[in-house]
């Protein structure tokens, strides 16, 4: 195990009373949106919205179905016609170059779609007791993946998320059912939110660290239940809480 009392300077400090809180149904909402059109519809979508930012005017059709290789624009017509039932675009059939994207649609531009990152969850972590880690290679969710956008995570390597189980991190804003994602770190400041993998006892847990007179303190954020106290011969750093993604009934 590796740990540090080096200074802010030197260390990210995570603030989990500063942290940003998201809207977990928002984005589980905009990614089923963008899945429901079809490959060739998310391409027309693309290039309309480039093309439009490269020229300040809109493509004709016959320049869309050129750019996305239908040579029909009849077909052209009848995905332009999908897009605007279902909210992507508004479209004026009596004008050349009568298209526009509707804004806050969540319309799949690729610059909009190269600003959002895929994050995988891998499980559950426990903000309580902790638990044991699952005999299975497998994580619990399979493969499944939540999206943000760049500007709220930064960078993505070694981000991953987790969901949390349990309430002893309430104070911190921290809740059962909620998404903890986590960058991956090996090594932790005093009152840094963490996971930790108790070695020993193969159980995993979510609590703010600290390296007291050789021995590690395991602090909920809850006044109702007791700090778990190990030796650091048996505590393993996993990661780091950058943002809290908020469960809502």
Known sequence: ??????????????????????????VDFRRRQIMALSERQKKILSFLGDFTRENEYPPTIREIGTAVGISSTSVVSYNLDVLAKKGYIARDKTISRGLRLVEGSGAGASKARHDV?????????????????PDSDLPPFG?????LTRDIIGREEGIYALQVRGNSMVDALIHDGDIVVMKHQEEAANGELVAVWLKDEKETTLKRFYLEEGQVRLQPANPTMQPIYVHPANVEIQGKVVLVIRQLD
């Open 143 to 147: 493969y499944e993946t939540i999206e």
């Open 1 to 26: 195990m590796q740990m540090s009392h080096r200074s802010s300077s030197r260390l990210l400090r995570f603030d989990i009373e500063r942290m940003f809180v998201y809207n977990w149904v928002d």
């Open 117 to 133: 990152i895929s994050i995988p969850l891998l499980g559950r972590i426990a903000a309580g007791e902790p638990i044991p880690i």
